[in-house]
Structure formats: structure tokens, C-alpha cells
């Protein structure tokens, strides 16, 4: 079955520590996003990408780094500049004209 | 600016009782609209999608919203609450040539025995 693969579920960062959450897709779709969300406010866009080997920023990408260098892939890295990291990540996944497929997401926490 | 409001962040309903979630969006062009629902830990599962079609729009596990233009609205209803419908709902909106969506900020339901 087609779907979205976030790994690992669950993701523990000491303070000033780089991660990087996995977000795999096979649907063939060619845009990928990802959102944090916080309690009670909703999902917020950190960076999004259309076509490989392209990515534009969403409204929270301070802190945040993505590649986009295979269709099925478009890892997140939480850097030791995001002071706030500890949040449930969502990857999300789009074919044109459609609505988006998600991951089960990953919770960070920092430790 | 595209901007999609929730009335309600925390809705409570007893079990066989009408579900009704408010959705309201901001675009001076018709969006495409969406509901997602999550569950605790997981990923956002559509429920349903507008898209220009027909204005009242069926989606999964009884659930329906009907887009009106005149009051910018899509609301979710469901007639019966059902125990398993205990969540929290998003309403979103793209415009049909743009490839970002703006959520709303989610209503949790609460379904009480």
C-alpha cells in the first residue's frame, strides 16, 4: 500500500544537538511539507517543496533545514538554532489537485 | 491574506447527539476546502473535500459539510455522535493554484457517554 513513512516516532535531542526526522513517500507525489504543531495552535508550515532539488520556506523555517534530493525523500533537520524544538512534526504529501496524504508524525522532545 | 477560522477549540456533545464543528475561511476567490481528523499521536486523515463540485459534500464515517459562499462557511455536521468520533478536527483551505494549505487552529470533540 502507498502512504508516508515518518521515522523515528518518537525522538529525543539534548540541548544544542542537531537531529533529523525522516519523512519517506511512495504515492509518486512531487510536492512534500512539512508543519510542527503545538497544542492549540494548529499546524504551522516550516518548509515545503514542489519538485526535487527545490524547496521554499513556509511561515516557521528559522532553525529548520531540509534536501530535497529524491522524489520519495524530504528529511528535516532540527538545529541546535531552533530554541523552541520540542513539538509533534508532521510530514504531509501532495499530488496536484489533490489533498495532502500525511505521516503518523514524530514527537521531539529535548531532554 | 488566506486565513481559516474554528469557533470553539474544545466542543462537547453526547453521544447520539447532532455533531456541529464551525468552519469559516478568508478568500476573495472560492477555495478548495478540506476537513482532517486527527487522533491522539498520530497523522491528519481526510475526512472530506470541496472542490467546486457540489456544495454539500458527504465524506467518511458520516460525516458532511456544506460550503456557503454567502457566509464564507464550512461547517462539519454529523447527526449521531458515535464514542469513536473523540478527536480533534481541522478545517483547511488552499486556493486552486497555490500549493500551500492554511489549517485552522483544530476543535477537539469531546463525545460524553
Known amino acids: 500500500d502507498g502512504g508516508i513513512t515518518q521515522s523515528p516516532k518518537y525522538l529525543f535531542r539534548k540541548e544544542g544537538q542537531n537531529v533529523t526526522l525522516s519523512c519517506e513517500q ?28 527545490d524547496f521554499q520556506k513556509g511561515d516557521i523555517a528559522e532553525g529548520y533545514s531540509v534536501s530535497r534530493e529524491k522524489k520519495e525523500s524530504f528529511p528535516l533537520t532540527v538545529t541546535s538554532a531552533q530554541k523552541n524544538p520540542t513539538a509533534f512534526y508532521l510530514c504531509a504529501s501532495r499530488r496536484r489537485g489533490g489533498g495532502y496524504t ?7 522532545t529535548v531532554v | 491574506a488566506q486565513s481559516v477560522t474554528q469557533l470553539g477549540s474544545h466542543v462537547s456533545v453526547s453521544e447520539g447527539a447532532l455533531v456541529l464543528l464551525r468552519c469559516n475561511y478568508s478568500s476573495s476567490v472560492p477555495p478548495y476546502l478540506f476537513w482532517y481528523v486527527q487522533y491522539p499521536n498520530q497523522g491528519l486523515q481526510l475526512l472530506l473535500k470541496y472542490t ?5 459534500v458527504k465524506g ?15 461547517h462539519l ?26 489549517f485552522g487552529s483544530g476543535t477537539k470533540l469531546n463525545v460524553k457517554p
Open chain 1, 26 to 53: 511512495n504515492l509518486n507525489h512531487d510536492a512534500m511539507y512539512w508543519y510542527r504543531q503545538d497544542p492549540g495552535q494548529g499546524l504551522r508550515l516550516i518548509y515545503y517543496s514542489q519538485i526535487v532539488n
Open chain 1, 102 to 108: 500525511f505521516g503518523s508524525g514524530t514527537r521531539l
Open chain 2, 52 to 56: 467546486s463540485a457540489a456544495t454539500l
Open chain 2, 60 to 74: 467518511i464515517n458520516g460525516f458532511e459539510a456544506e460550503f456557503k459562499k454567502s457566509e464564507t462557511s464550512f
Open chain 2, 77 to 102: 455536521t454529523k447527526p449521531s455522535a458515535h464514542m469513536s468520533d473523540a478527536a480533534e478536527y481541522f478545517c483547511a483551505q488552499v486556493l486552486y493554484n497555490f500549493n500551500k494549505f492554511y
